[in-house]
């Protein structure tokens, strides 16, 4: 199913697109990809939408936390918005501090998208992403592909080809999950199973990682 989703500052007409298995409903826009719901039902079989998502493309253009959004080229940061790959040297805009996160400030999920397949239980957009967009080398061709199957599942694949080495390190789908509980259930005790850290990363004040990771196989952390 399509409907109107709202206009862009641009003029152009964004489109919501529902998908459906059956007994999962997800509902994508064409206005930078993003997944906007996903209905599932609960034991009773009772609906509820379990990402966070916004009514309006105005809401998403003023999304600062990246909701159900594609991330790319280059999820999460980039030290002093710069990197070297096959012998140069790429600059970027540095839009969080001195770095760069999620290859912004121009962000994918703030672009349309061209719907190129649409199913009852599948879609798949693409974005032509030129030489130079965002700071990266070479002319990439970017799809997505929202599909659910027959056990209740959605499968999100994000594909991409380029013409030059670039960096291509994507996080799809950056939706926010909501989880309820009844105040019944919150007010008994809660045992959750914790699995011992074997690796801990290191991070500065910006969030950027550093390579000294150290093994902590005994660490209750």
Same mark, same amino acid.
């Given at each position: ?44 079989? $009772? ?19 990246? /909701?159900? %959004?594609?991330?790319?080229?280059? %999820?999460? *940061?980039?030290?002093? %918005? ?9 600059? /970027?805009? %540095?839009?969080?501090?001195? &770095? $760069? ?9 703030? *672009? ?20 130079? !967009? ?12 929202? *599909? ?5 599942? /959605? ?6 080809? =380029?013409?030059? !080495? ?20 919150? =007010? ?14 290191? *991070? ?7 390579? &000294?990771?150290?093994?902590? =196989?005994?660490?209750?952390?």
């Amino acid at each position: 199913m399509k409907k109107v989703f709202g206009k862009l500052p641009s003029g152009e007409t964004a489109h919501l697109y529902t998908i459906t298995s059956g007994t999962i409903t997800a509902a994508i826009t064409d206005f930078g990809g993003n997944l906007v719901s996903l209905w599932v039902p609960d034991k009773d079989g $009772n609906l509820a939408d379990v990402v966070l998502g916004y009514d309006s493309p105005a809401e998403y253009l003023a999304d600062d936390v990246f /909701l159900g %959004a594609p991330v790319g080229r280059n %999820a999460n *940061r980039i030290g002093d %918005a710069c990197f070297y790959l096959s012998g140069k040297h790429y600059f /970027l805009f %540095a839009n969080n501090g001195k &770095n $760069n996160l999620h290859s912004g400030p121009d962000f994918y999920h703030h *672009r349309m998208w061209d719907v190129v397949a649409l199913s009852e239980s599948s879609i798949t957009l693409h974005l032509y992403s030129p030489h130079g !967009d965002q700071g990266f080398p070479g002319n990439a061709v970017i799809q997505i592909t929202y *599909r659910m199957d027959d056990q209740g599942g /959605l499968h999100i694949v994000y594909d991409a080809t =380029c013409d030059q !080495d670039t960096v291509f390190k994507t996080k799809f789908s950056q939706s926010k999950y909501v989880i309820q509980i009844s105040v019944e259930a919150f =007010c008994k005790k809660i045992s959750l199973p914790l699995t011992p850290a074997v690796i801990h990363v290191s *991070r500065n004040a910006y969030a950027l990682r550093f390579f &000294n990771s150290q093994i902590v =196989c005994k660490s209750d952390h």
